[in-house]
């Protein structure tokens, strides 16, 4: 990794400055496929070879004001060049872009990056210790070994050990966790030829997957959060965010807070989900799974009523949600898919009334993962209305986001208001909405738009910036997450998605004195205290994780 970026970007830039810069994926592109960048302030352009050789020159279309860097620019196509090798691109001024490399095939310009964004999550395993062998240097001591208790019940306590961390924080939280598997079990449905046992991971070599390996160690801890009466529990974390030391330092303890219909209803989904795809490895584990999602259904019948509560005093993350109608619609489809039982469904058509969302996979809105449930089950499960009205919503969201993405230089599929907190999630499942919509119709545009995404993510950004760690020549270095912070070691854990530009930034190094006059896509700050535009998380990962998972299986 070289080309570190210094301190922090967020006010580096602002209005009416002229910028002249090539902005381009700094991963790079498949020899047949299209190669665009991004040219600011300039119309004259030439690609060159890392050596220097001029392979091409050109001049792009007049350049445009786009609304989301606050600069003029135009698309470079490139898409001419396609032999194999390291280039750059060149303004007539001298400004280049970050190298980057032109692949055979998708397999091998994403496997290092997949590998990575996918081992992220055995770095985010609490409760065991991350020996040197699988871990390298990133290697810690066992954490979070101590019993939890229940906040409404302080007597009770239990062992919690396992799952994720959810973030830069050491909490654990049910429907956060809910939505990574959903991300990363869908594409193991979706593409599983391209999940191998080669992540060096304690469980690779088993026999299994090593990505069902990785999900089934947070599956088991969400096992732990359910009551016997079916109902699942929010979260488990301390009263407050600790400070910046390694996880085992952190001794606080363990505070489980109440059952919530969102966990519960999410719970139910993902665990009705893990039991079809766990069956064909190991069907008693598959079992075990149906019955809690059974139980968790059977709780949410029970209750139909909407129920969450963040107590004051556990001052952790909320992931709060005023609607559960999203969440209960993911349970009913999914939970019907297993059993085939039509009294699940019978929630749909008010669910329908409340016109959601159809296609959001992030943690407010999951109503997206009861799109794929219907859109991905096998023929004859589900009745062709239901079908018929899921497929509609996703290709009319597709075709938004295609034409968005006409609408700028960087083929971006946002508006200003999109860079809100955790933008590459919004960015990551617009990919995902578009890579379904590729399975489910075959489009081409589709697939052009999702890898117009990975360029932005990659580096094809007016910060010039790769947003996953240890990947592109000018990658974040300085992310939110505390063991990065206190281990000592220069280099981040390479593969990490920065949560990315907000535009409601409310830290110390981007907030909204530091940020006045600055364009939505320039509010970030590679700094590890800009919890608000630097942190990581799994469910920032996960999509990342899916996206590249069904590229490479088109090769
Ligand atoms: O939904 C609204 C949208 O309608 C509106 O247009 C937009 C404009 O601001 O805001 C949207 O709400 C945002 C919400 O996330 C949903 O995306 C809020 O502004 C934003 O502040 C909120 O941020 C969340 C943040 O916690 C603060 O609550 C992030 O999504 C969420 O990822 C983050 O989660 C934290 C956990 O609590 C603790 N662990 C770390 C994790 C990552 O930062
Ligand atoms: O580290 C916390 C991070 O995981 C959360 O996303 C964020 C917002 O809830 O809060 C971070 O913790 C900060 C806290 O909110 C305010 N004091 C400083 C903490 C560390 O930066
Ligand atoms: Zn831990």
């Known amino acids: 990794m070289s080309g570190a970026v210094g301190e922090g970007c967020a006010g580096n830039r602002k209005k009416g400055e002229v ?8 991963i790079g592109y498949v020899s047949g496929g299209k190669k665009h960048a991004t040219i600011s302030g300039s119309k004259g352009y030439s690609l060159l070879q890392e050596d220097g050789k001029v392979i091409a020159e050109g001049e792009t279309a007049e350049l445009q004001p786009d609304k989301n860097s ?10 001419e060049c396609v032999t194999p090798g390291r280039y750059v691109l060149q303004d007539k001024a001298g400004n280049k872009s970050a190298a980057f490399t032109i692949a055979k095939s998708r397999k091998e310009l994403y496997t290092p990056v997949f590998r990575d964004a996918l081992k992220m999550f055995y770095f985010q395993r609490c409760g065991m210790e991350l020996e040197e062998k699988y871990a390298g240097k990133y290697k810690h001591k066992a954490c979070h070994c101590q019993q939890a208790y229940y906040l409404d019940d302080p007597g009770r306590k239990v062992d919690l050990r396992g799952g994720w961390h959810d973030a830069g924080d050491y909490g654990r939280y049910v429907t956060a966790a809910a ?42 801890w969400m096992l732990k959060m359910q009551d016997a009466d079916g109902g699942v529990h929010h ?22 807070t109440p059952v919530s219909s969102l966990a519960t209803a999410d719970f139910a989904a993902i665990t ?32 139909p009523e909407f129920c969450f509560r963040n107590p004051d005093e556990v001052k952790t993350g909320t992931y709060e949600d005023r609607c559960d109608a999203d969440e209960r619609l993911w349970a009913a489809v999914e939970l019907y898919r297993m059993t085939k039982d039509q009294k699940y469904l019978s929630v749909i058509p008010s669910i329908f009334e409340m016109r959601l969302s159809m296609t959001s996979l992030g943690w407010v809105d999951v109503s997206g993962f009861a799109g794929m449930c219907v859109l991905t089950a096998e023929e004859g499960c589900f009745d062709e209305k239901l079908l018929d009205r899921f497929r509609d919503c996703w290709l009319d969201e597709a075709d938004r986001l295609v034409k968005v993405a006409g609408s700028n230089a960087f ?13 590459n999630m919004v960015l990551l499942t617009n990919a995902m909405v578009l890579t379904v919509a590729h399975y489910i119709s075959s489009r081409e545009e589709y697939l052009q738009t999702a890898e117009y995404q990975l360029d932005y993510l990659f580096g094809r950004n007016a910060l010039d910036l790769s947003f996953v760690t240890g990947h592109g020549e000018k990658a974040f270095r300085d992310p939110h997450n505390r063991p990065t912070i206190a281990d000592g070691i220069d280099d981040p854990i390479p593969g990490y998605v920065s949560g990315g530009p907000n535009r409601g930034a409310c830290d110390t190094k981007a907030n909204p004195e530091l940020l006045a006059g600055v364009a939505p896509m320039k509010c970030y700050a590679d700094h590890n205290l800009s919890y608000s535009t630097n942190e990581i ?3 920032w990962n996960s999509p990342l994780v899916f996206v ?8």
Request: charged fraction near 25%; aromatic fraction near 12%.
């Open 19 to 26: 910028i002249e810069m090539i902005y381009a994926n700094q």
């Open 179 to 220: 939505v990574a598997l959903g991300h990363l079990l869908y594409a193991y449905e979706l593409a599983p030829e391209v999940f191998g046992e080669e992540l060096n991971i304690p469980e690779s070599g088993n026999g299994t997957p090593d990505l069902l390996n990785e999900c089934r160690y947070e599956m088991d």
């Open 70 to 79: 606050g600069e003029e620019t135009a698309v470079i196509d490139f898409s």
């Open 272 to 303: 009705a989900m893990a039991s079809r795809v766990y069956a064909a490895f190991d069907p008693e584990y598959a079992e075990r799974l149906k019955k809690a999602a059974l139980k968790a259904g059977e709780w949410l019948i029970a209750h």
């Open 548 to 555: 590249l998972a069904y590229l490479m299986r088109l090769d």
């Open 411 to 423: 083929e971006l599929a946002f508006h200003p208001s999109d860079f809100i907190w955790g933008s």
């Open 235 to 256: 979260k488990a974390t301390s009263m407050g965010f600790v400070g910046f030391i390694m996880p085992e330092d952190d001794a606080e303890d363990i505070v489980i």
């Open 537 to 539: 998380t799994i469910y």
